[in-house]
Nanobody, 127 residues
Framework: QVQLVESGGGLVQAGGSLGVSCTAS????????MGWFRQAPGKEREIVAA???????YYRDVVKGRFTISRDNAKNTVYLQMDNLKLEDSGVYYC?????????????????????WGQGTQVTVSS
């Protein structure tokens, strides 16, 4: 089955930048839409960004203009570049894959569209 492994989390000051990566194995990566989610203490897991096989993208409103999702199919990797980080961006960041190949990212994309999940990587933004 598909396995996802995140890396690149860490501690960064507010206003700084950080990039996280997710590498997939065990599936046809290029066929699957991919997403980044985050979960802060005491809050629900929420979608941050998503990208499908056509490289159409979706971003949560509060990260638009600051975060960029991309993918390199040759490396089976999806990236999330985070710039101008804010304290409220802190949380565990999870990589996920759509449960169905060829599924497209739309403005209605929800957490229930994703079946395969990584273990998460911690991102902490300090003042």
């Amino acid at each position: 089955q598909v396995q996802l492994v995140e890396s690149g989390g860490g501690l960064v000051q507010a206003g700084g930048s950080l990039g996280v990566s997710c590498t997939a194995s065990g599936g046809s990566f290029s066929r699957y839409g991919m997403g980044w989610f985050r979960q802060a203490p005491g809050k629900e897991r929420e979608i941050v960004a998503a990208i499908d096989w056509q490289r159409r993208t979706y971003y949560r409103d509060v990260v638009k203009g600051r975060f960029t999702i991309s993918r390199d199919n040759a490396k089976n990797t999806v990236y999330l570049q985070m710039d101008n980080l804010k304290l409220e961006d802190s949380g565990v960041y999870y990589c996920a894959a759509h449960r169905t190949p060829w599924e497209l990212v739309t403005p209605r994309t929800q957490i229930t569209s994703f079946q395969y999940w990584g273990q998460g990587t911690q991102v902490t933004v300090s003042s």
